[in-house]
């Protein structure tokens, strides 16, 4: 089915780096949202956006929903260890329910 | 804390022996999902029910059927799993075409 593209597909950091990734896409979106999976664990909505150029932060994660609305970046400040995990864009038309998933960025912190 | 809910965490069948997942919401959203996700894979759309309406994806197998006998509980049933059914299976609610929260999931293993 449709997919983002999702970038990188892994990342390989130090502890407190900073972490960038994004999503693109050829169809605009409505909403953007920002999931974070744990191992073994359900995905957790970390950010949603809703507009586009809308800027949102959340602790150390700052995303925002691109101008043209096919597209999204998250970055991560400072990272520290809980960091890890693998993180997945989806976009989503607000008529429809349906999310449009990127491939997942896998963040690991070198020791 | 208002929450999604899945049972079991963990789930062992035979291949063929019929299984049944659970999944409870606390959040009162009238929009609940089955998807299935393999090895880091994005998470795949199952089918859904709005309201009490189901809603089954093209591609989901017949071996795959949902029950939602009211709001807050919704099941899936898998007939006569095979190996290829082995995942995990997550569940997650929305109100109307908000942002969906995801639970825990359920990780199914056939034998």
């Known amino acids: 089915g449709q997919q983002l593209n999702q970038s990188p597909q892994s990342m390989f950091i130090q502890e407190g780096e900073d972490v960038s990734m994004n999503c693109t896409s050829s169809?605009?979106?409505?909403?953007w949202l920002w999931y974070k999976q744990d191992p073994g664990e359900g995905p957790v909505l970390l950010i949603a956006?809703?507009?586009a150029g809308e800027l949102t932060s959340n602790g150390r994660l700052t995303a925002q929903f691109g101008i043209t609305r096919k597209d999204s970046f998250l970055n991560i400040s400072a990272s520290i260890p809980s960091d890890v995990g693998i993180y997945f864009c989806?976009?989503?038309?607000?008529?429809?329910?349906?999310?449009?998933w990127g491939a997942g960025t896998k963040l690991i912190i070198k020791p | 804390d208002a929450m999604v809910i899945q049972n079991p965490r963990y789930q062992v069948t035979q291949f063929g022996k019929p299984v049944t997942l659970s999944c409870s919401q606390t959040?009162?959203?009238?929009?609940m999902y089955w998807y299935q996700q393999k090895s880091s894979q994005a998470p795949k759309l199952l089918f859904h029910?709005?309201?009490?309406?189901?809603?089954n994806e093209a591609d989901t197998p017949d071996n795959f059927q949902s029950r939602r006998p009211n709001t807050s509980f919704c099941f899936l049933d898998i007939r006569s799993p095979g190996l290829g059914d082995a995942a995990m299976y997550l569940c997650?609610?929305?109100?109307?075409?908000?942002?969906?929260?995801f639970g825990p999931g359920t990780r199914l293993t056939v034998l």
């Open positions: 989806a976009g989503q038309l607000r008529s429809n329910y349906q999310l449009i």
């Open positions: 959040l009162n959203h009238n929009v």
């Open positions: 997650a609610t929305s109100r109307d075409n908000d942002e969906q929260f």
């Open positions: 956006l809703y507009k």
């Open positions: 169809s605009i979106f409505n909403t």
């Open positions: 029910y709005y309201d009490k309406d189901f809603n």
